[in-house]
Structure formats: C-alpha cells, structure tokens
C-alpha cells in the first residue's frame, strides 16, 4: 500500500528516515533510482540510513510497482521526471510531496532547499494535471505549500 511519495534529489536521508517514516508509519522504502539500483556503492550505503526495521528496496524505475505490497510503503524518486514515468505506468498517488532539491546551473530556487528548473516544472505541472496534488514540505510538521505558491 502507497501511503507516501516524495520527490528528493537525497533519497535516503536524516529527515526521511527519521522524521517521514515515522510519521506515516512505513514499513517499507523503495527508492525507485535506475542509477542507485545499478551502484553498489549506494545499494549498500542507503539502506544504512533507514530505521530498524523498516525494509529498504533499492530499484529500477519500471521495478516500482512491484514493490509496493500490502506493507506501509513509502516511494522516493530523485526527480520530477522520474515520478511522472512511474504516473504513466499506473502508480497511483492522490498527492507527492517536494523534498530537497538542490540547486545547479539552470535552477532557480523556488524555497529553502527547493531549486526548480522550468523542465522540473513542466513535469510537476503534468502531473498536476492529472488530478494530483503537487506541495513541498520539508518535514510532517512543517506547513505545506502548493506548487503553484512555488512557482508564481
């Protein structure tokens, strides 16, 4: 069952594993990465950073929906584009959230650690479009903040 999916260019990190799964309760992290599934390094590395307990899953993009089970699942893609591959293969979502970002040449930035190009734009608009709510919101206590706030 997908209970949450974040868009963060960090994947796995202090404030997902800690604060994020915590709060809604996963029992299972896919990172849905094609160059993370094929790296050794981070296949080994990211699921240090979960929480006991909580199943980790290092994978392919178009591996995705196999991955999501009947346990509390938790989805994390590194970009806009990614999630709106995942969108048009048939996983379904009610809203994502935005999560680190981080700015590079060609981005401008849009909120604290939320650097957006106007390619990663067009995505989340896409996906917007398809009935799904867009917001970023670092951590569960935080406010949330549409995307359309964002990118005025």
Not at 6 to 20: E, F, K, N, Y
Not at 22 to 30: D, F, L
Not at 70 to 76: G, N
Not at 111 to 133: M, P, Q
Request: glycine letters at 4%; hydrophobic letters at 40%; aromatic letters at 4%.
């Amino acid at each position: 069952m997908l209970v949450h999916f974040r868009i963060d260019d960090r994947l796995i990190h202090g404030q997902v594993t800690v604060a994020w799964s915590k709060h809604i309760n996963a029992q299972r992290i896919v990172v849905a990465n094609d160059e993370a599934a094929k790296d050794d390094i981070q296949r080994s590395l990211l699921p240090l950073a979960a929480p006991p307990g909580v199943d980790v899953r290092i994978i392919p993009l178009n591996e995705t929906a196999d991955n999501i089970t009947d346990k509390r699942t938790m989805v994390l893609v590194r970009s806009p584009k990614d999630a709106l591959y995942l969108l048009d293969r048939g996983i379904e979502i009610k809203e994502i959230n935005l999560g680190n970002m981080g700015f590079t040449p060609g981005k401008r930035n849009v909120a604290k650690s939320l650097s957006l190009s106007e390619e990663d734009i067009r995505y989340l608009r896409e996906i917007e479009s398809k009935g799904i709510k867009v917001y970023f919101q670092m951590l569960p206590q935080d406010r949330k903040i549409k995307l359309e706030e964002l990118v005025k």
